[in-house]
């Protein structure tokens, strides 16, 4: 078997979490041959998680920056898993770098519009690297079959998107880059991007204009770092309106930890309805002819899972597709998730933090226009 080695970028929560996915895809041929980041904490952590699952294989080289673990020729797939406002940069300096390097990166893509529009164009000019944005809430098997039932036309022309998340604050990440918006590109750009990406997808339109109303209520109020408050918002309602007609509405409440499903996401046709739950996991189909009578609760299950991890098995789907992508370039392999999916996820949640800054509608070609 052809083996493909990783090399992940930011050895905090999220990388130590692709690295115990990559040590679930041996068997395809994964092998994870270097990690780099500046935080000898974090750089530590992730020896020791090496030494606990990689114990047969080549003793992980760590690095304590971007630049050395590229110029290493260790790798052929990099993982971006830094803080956000770190992406840009190390997007652009894998790009340009002379070894081409097929790059996975956590989402978001960028904290700006502009940003991401550089990488795209940069992207451009290389068209041997594969880039996939890790949006993985689409693999997680209840939203999976919910789009798998949204597009068989079951539910009819979707008309309505509503999803919720209720779930507990934001954890505490190296140095509290987390707390501010400058950082993060605000909690609609840094949490919700997943959210927007969903609506997109469920809705197969593109968004038009978006309104919101949030606020920072509960959480982080009585934080202080170097002097500063943090001003990332803990809860939200947002609209917005598609170029079919369709609209999404986003319910989003980080101080809700006694939820019994951290998201609930409903999908309404003029035909029927259907609804994931996570991590119940279950999805519910009802069609407007058979009434509330005929709605039909199925368990939602994917064999090829692995690893659960903290995403309820999606991390690892995102892998397996990514990989398989990889090992077909050249003969039509493709990110499933691409930079101009990552581009739409964060310029609306630009929007939405605009909107709620400004206290109006904002438009996407006003945002996308923005240089």
Known sequence: ???????????????????????????????????A??????????????????????????????????????????????????????????????????????????????????????????????????LEYRYMPPVAKLTEVVRSGILGQVKMVAIREHRFPFLVKVNNWNRFNINSGGTL????????????????????????????????????????????????????????GSRGVLDLCMFAEGSKNEQEISVVGDKGKGEAFVPESIVRIGTREAGRAGVKTVKAEDERIKYDGLHHGSSYLEHLNFLTAVKAQGSGGAPAVDLHDGLLSVAMGVAGQLSIEKGRFVTMEEVLSEQ
């Open 189 to 244: 750009v840094e949490k919700c991007c997943h959210f927007f990406d969903l609506m997109r997808l469920f809705a197969a339109a593109n968004p038009v204009r978006v309104m919101a109303s949030g606020s920072i209520d509960v959480n982080h109020k009585d934080e202080i770092y170097d002097g500063k408050v943090p001003d990332i918002i803990d809860n939200a309602y947002v609209i917005v309106e598609f170029d079919n």
């Open 37 to 134: 980041d500046p935080h000898p904490t974090s750089r530590q952590q992730a020896q020791q998680l090496s030494l606990s699952i990689n114990s047969s294989s080549p003793p992980l080289q760590v690095f304590s920056g971007h630049h050395e673990l590229l110029n290493s020729g260790l790798c052929d797939v990099v993982v971006i898993s830094s803080p956000n406002m770190t992406h840009f940069e190390i997007l652009m300096d894998i790009i340009k770098h002379p070894k081409p390097h097929h790059i996975l990166v956590e989402k978001p893509l960028c904290t700006t519009v502009q940003d991401c529009r550089k990488v795209i164009e940069a992207a451009r000019r290389r068209p041997d690297i594969l880039v996939q944005v890790g």
């Open 1 to 35: 078997m052809a083996i493909t080695r990783y090399g992940v970028i930011g050895a905090g929560m999220m990388g130590r979490e692709h690295m115990l996915n990559l040590s679930h895809l041996r068997s395809e041929g994964a092998v994870l041959t270097c990690v």
